[in-house]
């Protein structure tokens, strides 16, 4: 498999996940701010942070903007300039897959185009504009019916396997950062009120399709530690850090057996597989702070992207497609 393949296949799993985790935070935090007695700024200023566009964003509309749920939202929806906005990210993800229309199904293909073409219609906007709850929820089952095809259409032999550990990763990273910028702003909320913080760490589990499993899990009072190392550490929710990392590794040892000096990812591979093991060993009860926790994550999910870009892929880090 040349590099090029496993590059575009990479970032096809990477972009898929981000639309997604992108529609999901929209509209779970759009029902909040109807829903919460907090402040529009405590609503929206997480979506920005979450998908790592707070610099950016204070500097092309002001810090005062972040209180303003109908600019973050189209700036996180429609602004070309916004990298991870969803009509850049659908974009990205049609490109890669079109680089790599001999390896995807046609059936993949055809949705993703399909979702593409609509994204940029009058049809899309009309539909944001007036209902926008079916505008993100339009956006979310067509990538979840790309998930179910890529599964179900394609050989699961190696492009699948980059797909896969790319879309992985993509969502370990972001299920972290949730969990961590949402326990930060609760941490900071001197008032605290309990029906308050209990309706955030809801919205937090809806975000993450994960307050049924939650609730089978726990079936006591909702709280933000149990919320936190569900998210984190729940091995059999796939959503959580803990499966997502750990499917992550089992791909990538699909693609590089432990045991083969002879090819390339040697450090990639431990470097995961490290990161597997520190999860496997926490607890709830001895879990570290959350922010510790998450902030180690966010930063060893993104290196080891990058050393999948430096050994698996050819270059240092960047994309392709980006």
């Not at 949402?182 to 919205?203: F, M, P, Y």
């Not at 993450?208 to 998210?231: D, N, Y």
């Not at 999860?279 to 999948?308: F, K, M, R």
Request: net charge negative; charged share 25%; proline share 4%.
């Amino acid at each position: 498999m040349i590099a090029r393949v496993a590059d575009h296949c990479f970032w096809l799993g990477r972009y898929l996940e981000r639309v997604d985790c992108t529609a999901r935070v929209l509209h779970v935090t759009l029902h909040l701010s109807l829903d919460a007695e907090l402040g529009p700024r405590q609503c929206w200023l997480p979506v920005v942070i979450v998908s790592g566009e707070r610099e950016a964003f204070f500097a092309k509309h002001g810090e005062e903007a972040a209180a303003d749920g109908e600019l973050v939202q189209s700036y996180m929806t429609w602004d070309e300039q916004n990298s991870v906005s969803l009509v850049r990210s659908i974009a990205a993800a049609r490109d890669n897959a079109r680089s790599i229309r001999e390896v995807v199904s046609l059936e993949v293909w055809e949705t993703l185009n399909e979702l593409y073409l609509w994204s940029q219609s009058p049809a899309a906007r009309d539909e944001y504009a007036t209902n926008r709850y079916a505008f993100y929820r339009t956006i979310r089952r067509a990538i979840e019916l790309c998930r179910g095809l890529l599964q179900s259409t394609m050989l699961h032999d190696d492009p699948l396997d980059f797909l896969s550990l790319g879309l992985l990763l993509e969502r370990a990273g972001h299920s972290a950062r949730i969990v961590d910028v949402h326990h930060h702003a609760l941490s900071k909320n001197e008032a605290r009120l309990e029906v308050v913080e209990t309706g955030v760490w809801l919205s937090i589990l809806r975000s993450c399709s994960g307050k049924e499993p939650f609730m089978k899990r726990h079936q006591g009072r909702v709280t933000g530690p149990a919320v936190a190392a569900f998210l984190i550490l729940e091995p059999l929710f796939p959503r959580s850090v803990r499966h997502a990392v750990a499917e992550a590794h089992a791909r990538l040892l699909s693609i590089r057996p432990a045991g083969a000096r002879d090819l390339p990812g040697e450090r990639t591979l431990a470097r995961l597989g490290a990161l597997d093991a520190w999860l496997a060993s926490q607890t709830p009860e001895t879990i570290l702070p959350i922010h510790d926790l998450a902030t180690y994550v966010v930063s060893e999910t993104a290196g080891i992207c990058e050393e999948i870009g430096r050994e698996l892929l050819g270059y240092g880090g960047g994309s392709a497609v980006s």
